[in-house]
């Protein structure tokens, strides 16, 4: 166990000028700027109705491997996602990963927002190794958030057919 | 490849044309270059160090050690098992000084203490070295679930070996169940390890009580007491301890020296793990460091000096630290017994708010964690998880360490940030917000990851 100050890390360009033979010999202790960017200014945490019918919630995880985000998505009329909001328990690079995934969604629509990786949250926040489950746990909070919502689309689709009959 | 023993590092520190071939000749051309890779630590222009609140990873050295050490780096070098000239007289009258100053801290005879590198190097000798000289009749050693790992570590090796370990269960409170451990103590038992203060939750295990009970059964009982020597009142007879291990650097000494007590009366046997010119009674061969061992008596000295001060001092500074904390946020856990420990070592869980998220929060303060992030696996702490917290309250908890330097405005900066830091963490949680809305944490079915 140790105690961790913030500082910046080494950018990818430094890491792809070595030669791959050299050992890795860089401990990287610290965290990146964008990481320490996103934990002390998180953008969009907060919470929108949950049962409205234009809200996804996807929670996911588990407190007992200390990771639990929850992401939250407001889809307009025309499938397009105009709010999101998240709220997360974790480490700080969970918290950039979903703070991340949030400001990446907005704009998208439902469709083009399921092609956000891992592995481009992860390039864009500079994650170590041991850091990867993060961005994996914000793909899947997006993929649960779209997937709650379409359930409450199927839902209401299917009370609308109940109620024309 | 590189052969062992040489690093990346003083590979690069060569001169360019003594660089090996694999680097390449734009690895001589370039030999500058690879040297930002070895990333160097320096705080920013305006960057203040962090306040120093882990005193049970490292204490920084009392400055009267340093100034009991220094004339034996430069003036007064000798190897004290030089037996033929002053220089090897004067060191070996130093050691043997600092010997003396160890042994009265703990009350103890001078002949009974070995210099050793550290406490990992004594706890090690104490376990392998005992069990195997014993090994013929008694195969069988007992231990703590929430011992250092250095002492879980040998005695994995002993089993490898085959000696059968019990590795004993505590209570919720840290402290071990003194029934189970007699009942645990079989014919063929060689020693009894446990720890005296835990260095991750601060409980002090009872030590009389452990050693009346392993001096009537036969057993001999070692204590890892790196963390207890020096703040608090230890004597080796009062409780029946035959071997004992000290580190310097927990007591404001030097790093790289510990010490091991082993009893004399009735006498305990080690096989020795270190062999050469017999030196220590031929249970540890090697030069002693004179200005290590120097500085660790000298650190045990000032240490039975100061001890009821610091204790006084330092169990104050505790009690405003969780007092403030406590009166302010709800939901915080104290891990470890209440009233049986050290309060030095104050390890708190706080609901909801994760431990290295909270860490960063917290930058400048020097802390540790007992959250899995912190450690390269996603286990949280074996301590925890050894005294039954639950996971999710192992993954948020935090040492605080206090000790002889820490000051009264570090502590009140200190709680103040953590009660800030906490709320904006939980304003944040989803696992804070399903709590106030009333919803039980445990009926969720978690995905999981």
């Known amino acids: 166990m140790a105690g961790t100050v913030a500082k910046k890390c080494l950018s990818p ?3 792809l000028t070595r030669r791959l033979s050299a050992p890795e010999f ?50 307009d009329d025309h499938g397009k996602i105009v709010d999101a909001r998240f709220k997360t328990f974790g480490c700080g690079s969970a918290i950039a990963s979903s703070s991340l995934a949030t400001e990446w969604v907005k704009g998208k629509s439902v469709d083009e927002a399921l092609l956000i990786k891992n592995t481009d949250i992860a390039k864009e926040l500079c994650l170590p190794p041991v850091k990867l489950h993060c961005s994996m746990l914000a793909e899947d ?10 359930l409450k689309q199927k839902d209401d689709q299917q009370e609308a057919a109940r109620a024309s009959i | 490849m590189l052969s062992p023993g040489r690093t990346f590092t ?18 001589r051309a370039a030999s500058s270059q690879p040297k930002e890779l070895i ?74 203490i070995i210099f050793t590198s550290g406490a990992t190097e004594s706890n090690n000798m104490a376990i392998k070295g005992v069990a195997r000289f014993y ?19 040998s005695c994995r090796v002993l089993e490898s070996e085959g000696f059968s370990i019990t590795y004993l269960p505590v209570m919720s409170n840290g402290l071990v169940d003194l029934e189970l451990l007699e009942a645990s103590i079989r014919p063929d038992t060689s020693l009894l390890s446990v720890m005296t203060i835990n260095n991750e939750i601060g409980v002090h295990q009872p030590m009389k009580e452990i050693g009346q009970i392993c001096r009537s059964k036969g057993v001999f009982l070692h204590t890892d007491a790196a963390q207890a020597v020096g703040k608090i009142p230890l004597d080796v007879t009062d409780c029946k301890i035959d071997l004992m291990s000290i580190s310097g650097h927990k007591i404001y000494g030097p790093k790289g020296v ?15 793990l270190q062999n050469g010119g017999g030196q220590e009674r031929g249970l540890r061969s090697g030069t002693v ?51 049986q420990r050290y309060p030095g070592c104050v390890n708190l869980s706080f609901a909801y708010v994760e431990g290295e998220s909270l860490l960063m929060a917290l930058k400048d303060v020097a802390l540790s964690s007992g959250s899995a992030c912190t450690s390269a696996s996603l286990e949280p702490s074996y301590v925890l998880r050894a005294i039954g917290t639950d996971e999710d309250l192992a993954h948020s908890s935090i040492r605080f360490g206090i000790g002889r330097f820490t000051t009264e405005e570090e502590v009140d900066y200190t709680v103040a940030k953590c009660i800030h830091q906490v709320n904006r963490l939980r304003e944040m949680s989803p696992l804070w917000e399903m709590v106030q809305e009333g919803i039980d944490l445990k009926s969720i079915k978690w995905t999981q990851h």
């Not at chain 1, 909070?141 to 379409?150: G, P, V």
């Open chain 1, 26 to 75: 860089i401990t990287q202790c610290c965290y990146h700027k964008k990481v320490v960017d996103h934990y002390e200014n998180p953008r969009n945490v907060g919470t929108l109705d949950k049962n409205s019918k234009n809200v996804g919630t996807g929670l996911v995880g588990a407190p007992a491997c200390g990771d639990v985000m929850k992401l939250q998505i407001e889809v």
């Open chain 2, 289 to 339: 460091p004179t200005p290590l061992a120097v500085g660790l008596g000298a650190a045990c000295s000032i240490a039975q000096q100061e001890m009821e001060y610091d204790h006084r001092r330092v169990s104050m500074l505790a009690n405003r630290l969780v007092q403030k904390i406590m009166a302010e946020l709800p939901d915080v856990i104290m891990n470890g017994d209440a009233e």
């Open chain 2, 258 to 272: 510990g010490a091991l007590y082993v009893r004399r009366r009735p006498r305990v046997r080690l096989e020795p």
């Open chain 1, 141 to 150: 909070a997006i993929k649960a958030a779209l997937a709650d919502y379409r």
């Open chain 2, 39 to 112: 990333k160097k630590y320096v705080l920013e222009k305006d960057e203040l160090r962090p306040l120093y609140m882990d005193f049970q990873a490292t204490t920084p050295m009392d400055p009267r050690v340093l100034d009991a050490m220094l004339p034996f780096q430069v003036n007064y070098y000798g190897n004290p098992h030089s037996r033929t000239h002053a220089y090897g007289w004067e060191s070996e009258s130093a050691m043997e000084t600092a010997r003396k100053q160890v042994a009265d801290l703990i009350g103890a005879d001078p002949r009974e």
């Open chain 2, 135 to 153: 090994k013929a009749k008694k195969r069988h050693v007992i231990t703590t679930q929430t011992e250092h790992k250095c002492v879980l570590d």
């Open chain 2, 10 to 27: 003083s590979l690069l520190l060569r001169p360019a044309s003594r660089l090996p071939l694999w680097l390449g000749s734009e690895g």
């Open chain 1, 13 to 15: 360009l430094a890491l």
